[in-house]
Nanobody, 127 residues
Framework: QGQVAESGGGSVQAGGSLTLTCTYS?????????MGWFRQAPGKEREGVAVVNGDGSPKYPDSAKGRFTISKTKDKDDAILTLQIRNLNVEDAGWYYC??????????????????WGLGTQVTVLS
């Protein structure tokens, strides 16, 4: 069924940049899937910041356009999903999770339709 693992979080000064990486491994049985990055701040629901459709094309909410860049690549049987965040501000802080939606061609920004998650990576923005 595959495993999901995120990395790249940490503490960054406001205005700085950060790259998060998600590895979706051993997923040979799942051919049609979408992937995405989601943020969850304390006391708030998990929200999509960038997702990719089954064909690799990206989708962003309006709040993320211009500062967030998502890309999907492959490394043998693993899918690699990176998220670049530029000009970080305190509102970008939170836990970032990589989500997998199986049997998907058109990704959604809502987190509820994603059935497989990693443990997350934390992003702290220092003002």
């Amino acid at each position: 069924q595959g495993q999901v693992a995120e990395s790249g979080g940490g503490s960054v000064q406001a205005g700085g940049s950060l790259t998060l990486t998600c590895t979706y491994s051993r997923h040979r049985g799942s051919s049609n899937y979408c992937m995405g990055w989601f943020r969850q701040a304390p006391g708030k629901e998990r929200e999509g910041v960038a997702v990719v459709n089954g064909d690799g094309s990206p989708k962003y909410p309006d709040s993320a356009k211009g500062r967030f860049t998502i890309s999907k690549t492959k490394d043998k049987d693993d899918a690699i999903l990176t998220l670049q965040i530029r000009n970080l501000n305190v509102e970008d802080a939170g836990w970032y999770y990589c989500g997998i939606m199986l049997y998907c061609t058109i990704a959604e920004l809502g987190a509820r339709t994603y059935g497989r998650w990693g443990l997350g990576t934390q992003v702290t923005v220092l003002s």
